[in-house]
């Protein structure tokens, strides 16, 4: 790897590289491909205005001189890489006399002709030179042109990659922010019935702060990862679920429905938590005989789908737009953009569907 290159690691599976503005023997040599191309319509030229001798004389002295001057200019790029524009003049119109000459010398053995530059007449050595140094500019040109533009593209492309580490940046602390907004007030009020429980029943009190405790460490655990499996979101959740059916009892149940298969995939941390939460405030806990929470999985059309389904108060219910599902579609958004969504919808007979929709391929 040259000195010109930069690589920057926006996460554990992107890795994008920038081209380095030197020159590669690759580069070269496509340089020097398209030089010949060019040679033979400098040729053809010659010959339409009646210079020189015939297309194959003007073809030989054209690709000699034209090779000659890309080569030199080609080869003194690479190895001294100027960066100044002056320094990169010089070296193009050094290369320019030097190829016009050794290619004029060149041609001249191959063809059996005079030598051009030696016994010609001076109006003949003005002309050579002339057209030496004139098809030596627009070839330096064009090669100089498209090096200066490879540099720009490769400064393009950096200031690309910085707007995209810093927006991962900010992304990353938003999501720690939205991370901790979520209901910390449930913590409080767990203990507060743990308390209580301690004193009236026992055994209650105690179960409901094994599943608290089992709870906080996967939720602080998770929480510092960027990804987490969906059954370990899974378990979370069933601790959480617990929690609360020491306070509710036979009022509340739940169910799961994750296939194995998807148990393994990854997901970002705390974004299903949010929906049960939702779900047991807003839609069961209210409902006098309780409700069910089930949670189902599959994939379709490469897109993981996540319900979490609750048979509560359904839309009659207040504070569905609250925070917990206001800060899982800004989530959704910060990590997926639109390849992700939200979709809230009507539970039958009763209750309310949260759906989750990413793509499966991507964490």
Same mark, same amino acid.
């Given at each position: /790897? ?107 053995? !191959? ?30 040109? !064009? ?11 490769? +400064? ?18 938003? +999501? ?31 179960? /409901? ?60 941390? /705390?974004?299903?938590?949010? +929906? ?18 089930? !949670? ?68």
């Amino acid at each position: /790897m040259d000195g010109g290159t930069r690589i920057y690691v926006l996460n554990q599976q992107t890795t994008i590289t920038l081209p380095s503005i030197k020159l590669t023997p690759k580069r070269i040599l496509t340089t020097l491909l398209g030089t010949v191309g060019f040679n033979v319509v400098i040729a053809l030229f010659m010959t339409a205005i009646e210079f020189g001798g015939s297309f194959t004389e003007n073809l030989i002295f054209s690709q000699f001189i034209g090779l000659s001057i890309c080569s030199l200019v080609c080869t003194s790029f690479y190895m001294l890489a100027p960066e100044a524009l002056y320094a990169q003049l010089l070296l193009a119109v050094a290369g320019i006399i030097a190829g016009s000459v050794i290619g004029s010398l060149s041609g001249s053995v !191959i063809t059996g002709a005079d030598i051009a530059l030696l016994h010609t007449t001076p109006a003949s050595r003005v002309q050579t030179i002339l057209f030496g140094i004139l098809f030596g500019a627009i070839i330096s040109y !064009i090669f100089i042109s498209r090096d200066k533009l490879t540099a720009s593209q490769a +400064l393009i492309q950096e200031e690309r990659i910085k707007r995209l580490l810093a927006e991962k940046k900010t992304i990353e602390s938003d +999501l720690k922010r939205l991370q901790a907004q979520i209901e910390p007030h449930f913590l409080f009020n767990t203990l507060a019935t743990i308390l209580s429980l301690l004193e009236s029943e026992p055994a209650r009190g105690r179960t /409901m702060l094994k599943d608290l405790t089992l709870h906080l460490r996967a939720t602080l655990s998770k929480t510092r990862s960027d990804h987490v499996t969906i059954g370990q979101e899974i378990k979370m959740i069933t601790a959480y679920i617990n929690i609360f059916k020491g306070r509710m009892g036979d009022r509340l149940r739940y169910a799961d429905h994750v296939p194995d298969t998807v148990r393994s995939r990854l997901l970002p941390p /705390m974004l299903l938590q949010p +929906l049960v939460e939702n779900a047991i405030k807003h839609g069961i806990e209210p409902k006098i005989d309780g409700g069910q929470i089930t !949670i189902t999985a599959s994939v379709t059309d490469n897109k993981l789908r996540i319900e979490v389904a609750d048979t509560g108060l359904g839309f009659d219910s207040t504070g569905l737009a609250g925070l917990g599902l206001a800060n899982v579609k800004e989530r959704l958004q910060a990590l997926y953009a639109d390849q992700a969504r939200l979709i809230l919808e009507e539970n039958h007979p009763c209750g309310v569907k949260a759906i989750i929709e990413v793509p499966y391929d991507t964490p």
